[in-house]
């Protein structure tokens, strides 16, 4: 209870920023895995991309979806998706093929009613072609550019460039897992998933600004004057005080969506949703991931490619090591490092102000007034 209660009030003091090649080197070998699958194995696109036609039918009673998909086969035609949409007496067979003619449209419909038992009327049929699947295909990809261009250019307005460019970082990340995952696992791509892709794009970009909005509070004036803290040290404080907040939003994200996964889609066998939970709860996970271990640590990279930042970490660290009896310092310094180095500061502040006081009075009075002793 206690390690809850100090998430709730942001005084963990996890250290996320000096370990950072290590989320580096993990991340790295996601990216490849995803990258190498999208290359070698490619995706599975549904009818409304690459073109097809699609049979829908009511589920007769004792009939199961591998006798349907049979029934198709056995006209000569392999079947590329079978789903079961609905439920009780609303459930429904459907099942995807490539393009056909007018007449193999017609055998298969036939052999259909046939195997399973139910009039020729009652069995549905649509026809997608290829072209429209490429104008929803163009016209998404001109939507994400828009996007990650308007994101990019608020972020660059709002904090600063390099905020920008580890947040626009961030989001690609979260593009390529996403994306390397459906190809893995082979689910197919559909409509659906393009828009459950924008949505998780939005949500790891607000979980990324959170993060920078705190991490901007905590620098601001941090090379004015003589702090003891470095970027990389704040930038670690603004991690830890956002992370409950970053845990909540993913928790109450994550269960209605894991729901619609595991409980729709695999449970009760509802495969028209399995295309959009799977892109939101992989979503989801990973922009979490990303604004916590990747997003903060690359901006800290960023940041202190800067010389008056690299200037500032190398005095901390001399100062650290002093008033620490020469222990050395180091970025994402400890909690009783920051709490001595921030102590060190404040009776150095003291000693100024009381010195700046003294020489204030000396120029009125011509003296330095004594200072009485008081009984004890």
Known sequence: MNILRRLYRGDTNVNFIAPRKRWYIASGLLIAICVGSMALKGFTFGIEFSGGNSFVVTSPANT?????????????????????????????????????????????????????????????????????????????????????????????IVFEQKMAIAALAALVHDLVLTAGVYSLIGFEVTPSTVIGLLTILGFSLYDTVVVFDKVQENTRGLLSGQSLRDYAQMANLAVNQTIMRSINTA?????????????????????????????????????????????????????????????LKRRVATVIKAESGGRAGYVGASNEELVAATSVEADRDATMNASSAATRRRGRHGRVPSVKRGRH
């Open 251 to 311: 928790v109450i994200s994550l269960l209605p969506v894991g729901g619609l996964l595991f409980v729709g889609a695999g449970l009760l066998g509802v495969g028209t949703l399995k295309d959009l939970a799977l892109v939101l709860f992989v979503g989801l996970l990973v922009g979490t991931y990303s604004s916590i271990f990747l997003a903060t640590p690359w901006l800290v990279d960023l940041k202190e490619r800067e010389p008056r930042y690299a200037a």
């Open 64 to 156: 199961t979806l591998k006798q349907a998909s049979a029934a198709v086969e056995s006209a000569g035609v392999a079947v590329q998706t079978a789903q079961i949409a609905g439920s009780g007496g609303q459930q429904k067979y459907v099942i995807k093929t490539e393009e056909l003619t007018a007449d193999k449209t017609d055998q298969i419909k036939q052999a259909l009613s046939q195997k399973l038992g139910i009039p020729f009327g009652e069995v549905t049929d649509s026809a997608v072609s290829s072209s429209w699947g490429s104008q929803i295909t163009q016209k998404g990809l001109i939507a994400l550019a828009a996007f990650l261009v308007l994101v990019t250019a608020y972020i660059w």
